[in-house]
């Protein structure tokens, strides 16, 4: 690819990051900002400095927020644009010139949010050097749907499992955002399906997406129900999820095909009466119990290897709050009616909509948003209220939920949300990453993004907002009166303003559409979203334009929730934290086709594969750079840390603080100090022999591996082998995803009924009164690890952010260890357009 024409330059422009200026020259493409320090006038005067230069690239997708404000000449203060990146970097370009602030300001929106069309984009320009290892690699090539079924152990040529592959979406046809092949139980013809479809939001039927090499219980997915108020059902459907729960076993169901559509006698077992002892928080043992040790039963009639366990304990879960799926039901949706699926039983999950996890992310943004401007920590009240960690929590408790019933419980397990791509695809593939050692791989992890995340339809182009928003551009005429620009000044009059205006509209809008907004869930997370792309003067073609309401983390969330498990289990994954960090980078980066559009039909009608390069090429060429040197890949039941199961700690969850470009100490000090205070006050309680309260952690799961919901074992006795540990003091209390009518507790331990836990989680809440006060205050200066139990006010305050940008030509250093080597790549990948 040859380099890339630069359309504007802007001489002597003052870039502003974390406090620190820098004096460069900024220029503009069609595809990125580039600011190269020092400038040339510099380099003129002294051509010494041009060793020393240094050049940033800032990809436009990347942009999410852009104010440009204005100053009168005569005012003595230059003109800026401030910029926020999607990579939470945050930079501001001082102009002593406004024309050419106002001119860069609309350069900068015309590639942005008024492209008009994907095609506009980087991905359909970018082409690796043709040296280069990634120019050899076809990364389209590494998914196979047939393969990875294959895998599973479903294929034509293989022994049947009670499953087959269906083309009956071949053509996008029957499901248009599921993907053309379908993995479905072999009784059930693609008639039956076509019926089904009919009961099912967008005709996503329940469907396999994974099939356990070892007991072959399965994770199946779909959409939610069209039950409505009158409680309808669906005879298909309904013959459908039965057969998807008993596929894997009819090797040992006797049962005549006509049949075949009935639950099988064992899915109504009381789920109190298979008790195993109380102590289960290793699994290496449950896995002996229930695997290895288990003495291998045959069918008398057949031959066949029973398999003990199966389909004991199968589950629909709904990860909606039950109180959302209620409020579908107004609108003709909602959750199933377990009086016709009386082979399982459900429960939901506590676990929020797009719009509450896009509201928890402005609030961590607001937390650190002066990042350009100030060299001080994050606001740590600020980044408690954004309760992004509880929701990290969650969305790994009910993921080990999940993986629990499949690998321990021996269960057969079906997920749905609303139209089941957003937290369906987050339970279902972390569920898979905590039960198969294959996906803690490099390849394996990119399938299994490829199979739950693209191939599924997670709408990737919708939730990250590849076209921009014109509304994400906005200028700040407050400089008009001379004011100058300073840390925390959207917090002013400007925004004061703007938010009378829109409690207003909001408030009227309310009024004049009277119950008809209270009487739908804002899980309608598409019907519900408004079509504000209709202010850009460029038309963009339905369904690829930009909707605020459906922007949403919803991926950068699962990449996240893996990072807590890479954290906690670092020797059990072949990739390391920067492999998760570029790969966020490039979700929003538009250089690679794998992320555009929203789903496996639009991919294809759009000839991605045919016009752009795959990401997956980027990183397989760059495999050393992201593969963790403490991975271990034995895999040993009867070894501590090398099970094939892995569990979160939830009283570990921490902040992913690489990927918001600050310290550990920055982010997770005040979590740490007071996680150190509990360990002393728990030590000192037992060496004074003092009772204990039981603890339960982050959102219920505590120690290594234990399946702990309020403060007890799975059936309700604490376990013996570890002795519970008091909660970090000061934090707020402890609330499990699981909600609703029926949660996961209830179900697995129905006569257990602890009192309610007074245990605080480490990840979030507050220390009461002035105490809060008094630690608020000193966390700013840094010094509250002292008073906390924490390092002390000696500790070294640097806070690491030391690169302004994405793109860095040059080395300075990496808190992992890998800057060096991040560097080098990134001036590799970006060498063609230098």
């Not at 930079?91 to 942005?112: H, Q, W, Y």
């Not at 939001?201 to 070892?214: E, F, K, N, Q």
């Not at 749905?416 to 569920?431: E, K, M, N, V, Y």
């Not at 509990?678 to 004074?688: F, K, M, N, T």
């Amino acid at each position: 690819m040859a380099a890339p024409h630069h359309k504007h330059i802007y001489h002597n422009i003052h870039a502003l990051h974390g406090g620190k200026p820098e004096l460069g020259d900024l220029a503009a493409n069609d595809f990125h900002l580039i600011f190269r320090f020092p400038p040339e006038s510099r380099i003129a005067e002294d051509p010494s400095l041009k060793k020393q230069v240094k050049t940033r690239w800032f990809a436009f997708p990347l942009i999410s927020q852009c104010t440009l404000r204005p100053t009168p000449p005569s005012s003595g203060i230059p003109s800026s644009i401030r910029i926020r990146f999607r990579d939470f970097t945050y930079v501001s370009f001082n102009f002593g010139d406004d024309k050419e602030a106002r001119d860069a300001f609309e350069f900068i929106r015309s590639r942005t949010s008024r492209l008009g069309g994907i095609d506009k984009l980087l991905a359909f320009h970018y082409s690796p050097p043709h040296n280069s290892p990634e120019h050899s690699i076809n990364g389209w090539d590494l998914y196979d749907a047939r393969a990875e079924f294959r895998r599973q152990g479903i294929s034509e040529k293989s022994a049947d499992l009670g499953w087959r592959i269906s083309a009956i979406n071949k053509d996008y046809a029957f499901s248009p955002t599921y993907p053309a092949l379908l993995a479905v139980p072999s009784r059930i013809s693609d008639n039956t399906l076509k019926y089904a479809a009919q009961f099912r939001s967008r005709a996503r039927i329940p469907t396999l997406s994974y099939l356990h090499p070892v007991n072959s219980c399965t994770i199946t997915r779909s959409s939610q129900p069209f039950v409505g108020l009158r409680m309808k059902r669906s005879v298909q459907d309904e013959s459908l999820v039965s057969a998807c729960f008993s596929a894997s076993t009819e090797i040992i169901d006797s049962t005549p095909s006509g049949e075949a559509d009935e639950g099988p006698s064992s899915s109504h077992v009381d789920l109190s009466a298979d008790k195993p002892e109380a102590d289960m928080s290793e699994t290496e043992r449950m896995e002996d119990e229930l695997i290895a040790g288990t003495t291998a039963l045959y069918d008398e009639k057949t031959g066949k290897r029973l398999i003990y366990g199966a389909q004991q304990h199968n589950l629909i879960v709904d990860a909606r709050p039950a109180i959302n799926s209620y409020a579908m039901q107004a609108i003709g949706m909602g959750s199933e009616n377990m009086e016709y699926y009386k082979f399982a039983r459900k429960v939901f999950l506590n676990i929020d909509n797009i719009h509450v996890m896009r509201d928890s992310l402005d609030n961590v943004i607001n937390a650190i948003k002066d990042a350009d401007m100030s060299p001080f920590p994050p606001n740590q009240e600020l980044l408690a209220k954004s309760k992004w960690l509880k929701h990290i929590g969650g969305i790994l408790d009910g993921s080990a939920i999940i993986a629990r019933q499949v690998g321990i419980q021996h269960s057969h397990v079906l997920i749905h949300c609303s139209d089941g791509w957003d937290r369906t695809s987050q339970l279902s593939a972390l569920a898979e990453l905590m039960l198969d050692p294959f996906y803690r791989t490099i390849d394996g992890f990119i399938v299994l993004v490829e199979k739950d995340w693209l191939s599924f339809g997670h709408m990737f182009q919708l939730r990250c907002g590849h076209l921009s928003h014109d509304s994400w551009f906005t200028v700040d005429n407050d400089g008009l009166a001379g004011t100058a620009v300073k840390p925390g000044e959207s917090e002013g009059r400007g925004d004061a303003i703007e938010n009378a205006f829109a409690s207003a509209k909001r408030f009227f809008k309310k009024n004049l559409s009277g119950d008809k907004e209270n009487s739908t869930s804002s899980d309608a997370e598409e019907t519900s979203a408004v079509d504000e792309a209709k202010q850009a003067p460029t038309p963009v073609p339905e369904g690829m334009a930009t909707k605020v309401r459906d922007v949403s983390p919803v991926f950068h969330q699962f990449l996240d929730a893996t990072y807590q498990l890479l954290r906690q289990h670092p020797t059990r994954f072949e990739f390391n934290e920067r492999f998760l960090r570029r790969l966020l980078y490039h979700v929003y980066s538009c250089q690679y086709g794998t992320f555009l559009c929203n789903n496996e039909r639009q991919r294809h009608e759009a000839r991605l594969r045919e016009r752009t390069r795959s990401v997956w090429a980027y990183f397989l060429s760059r495999r050393s750079e992201f593969t963790n040197d403490q991975y271990d890949a034995t895999i040993d039941d009867h070894v501590k840390g090398r099970e094939r199961l892995l569990f979160p700690r939830l009283s570990e969850v921490r902040w992913w603080h690489q990927v918001f470009n600050r310290t550990d100490d920055e982010m997770n000090g005040a979590i740490n100090a007071s996680a150190a205070t509990a360990e002393r006050v728990a030590a000192y309680q037992s060496a004074s022999g003092l009772s204990e309260a039981p603890t339960t952690g982050m959102g219920g799961l505590d120690g290594a591996n234990s399946f702990n919901l309020g403060g007890t074992t799975p059936h309700g006795s604490m376990s013996p082998a570890r002795s519970p540990r008091p909660p970090p003091p000061g934090l707020s209390p402890n609330k499990s995803v699981l909600a609703g009518v029926e949660s996961a507790h209830q179900i697995l331990t129905p006569e257990a009924r602890s009192p309610p836990s007074l245990n605080r989680s480490a990840s979030t809440g507050e220390l009461p009164g002035a105490l809060a006060a008094l630690q608020d205050k000193l966390s700013g200066l840094n010094i509250a690890k002292g008073v906390f139990g924490g390092a002390g006010a000696g500790t070294s305050t640097t806070t690491g952010r030391h690169r302004v940008g994405a793109h860095n030509t040059a080395s300075n250093g990496n808190s992992g260890g890998n800057r060096a080597s991040e560097d080098s790549g990134i001036e590799q990948e970006m060498k063609s357009m230098e």
